[in-house]
């Protein structure tokens, strides 16, 4: 004996449209929120994300780069909360480990480009977390201007004017005049066209 269930009903079209939503964003998150937490925390910044995201499922954009760039929001502010009460500067930071830019050393890796990576990191390190933070929506995030001033809560132009700075200092950091005695300059730094 079948039964005719009939069209979905608004329950099961808002648990539909989350599994929808947490399926195709789920690892970007992980990854937004693992670059800004140690390791061990990443996954219950995630459930706190979707937790949100499930009782307010009606307010999620419906375009997947909005929704994305929508949850990218509701962790950056769980952060924060978090970064408040535990009296934690270090939780927005966006992390690089060495290993992360420099990828396992294995043999078959050019030395040059290896230094350059190890550069880049130490670079990383010196930029402000404002600066970091704006590279990384853009890099890693894969973000538009417009979206990546969602996330942050900034007009877009605003934005731009951040990750503008956020380049310059990187680049900055990557000159050969900004290493240090002890460090081996780097040859990232751009090329600067005649005026």
Same mark, same amino acid.
């Given at each position: 004996?079948?039964? =005719?269930?009939? /069209?979905? +009903?608004? $329950?099961?079209? %808002?648990?539909?449209r989350f599994?929808?939503?947490?399926?195709?964003?789920y *690892?970007?998150v992980?990854?937004?929120?693992?670059?800004?937490?140690h390791?061990?925390?990443?996954?219950?910044?995630v459930a706190?994300?979707f937790?949100?995201?499930w009782?307010?499922? =009606?307010?999620v /954009?419906? +375009?997947? $780069?909005e929704a %994305?760039a929508?949850?990218?929001?509701v962790?950056r502010?769980?952060?924060? *909360?978090?970064?408040?009460?535990e009296?934690?500067r270090?939780?927005?930071?966006v992390?690089?480990?060495?290993?992360q830019?420099?990828?396992?050393?294995?043999?078959?890796?050019?030395? =040059?480009?290896v230094?350059?990576h190890?550069?880049?990191? %130490?670079a990383?390190?010196r930029?402000?977390?404002v600066?970091?933070?704006?590279?990384?929506?853009?890099?890693?995030?894969?973000?538009?201007?417009t979206?990546?001033?969602?996330?942050?809560?900034?007009?877009?132009v605003?934005?731009r004017l951040?990750l503008?700075?956020?380049?310059?200092?990187?680049?900055?950091?990557?000159a050969?005049?900004a290493?240090?005695?002890?460090?081996?300059?780097?040859?990232?730094?751009?090329e600067?066209?005649?005026?």
């Amino acid at each position: 004996m079948s039964t =005719d269930t009939g /069209p979905p +009903d608004d $329950e099961d079209r %808002r648990r539909i449209r989350f599994e929808t939503l947490y399926d195709a964003t789920y *690892a970007g998150v992980l990854r937004f929120v693992q670059r800004r937490v140690h390791a061990t925390h990443a996954e219950d910044v995630v459930a706190d994300v979707f937790t949100v995201a499930w009782r307010r499922i =009606d307010d999620v /954009p419906a +375009d997947s $780069e909005e929704a %994305r760039a929508w949850l990218f929001g509701v962790a950056r502010r769980i952060l924060m *909360a978090t970064q408040r009460a535990e009296g934690r500067r270090q939780a927005l930071t966006v992390r690089v480990e060495d290993d992360q830019v420099t990828g396992a050393l294995g043999s078959g890796l050019d030395h =040059d480009l290896v230094l350059h990576h190890v550069d880049l990191a %130490r670079a990383w390190r010196r930029l402000s977390p404002v600066h970091q933070e704006s590279l990384a929506l853009v890099i890693w995030d894969d973000l538009t201007s417009t979206r990546a001033a969602d996330v942050l809560g900034i007009s877009a132009v605003a934005f731009r004017l951040r990750l503008s700075r956020a380049r310059r200092a990187l680049r900055h950091h990557l000159a050969p005049s900004a290493a240090s005695p002890t460090t081996p300059s780097t040859s990232l730094a751009p090329e600067r066209s005649p005026r």
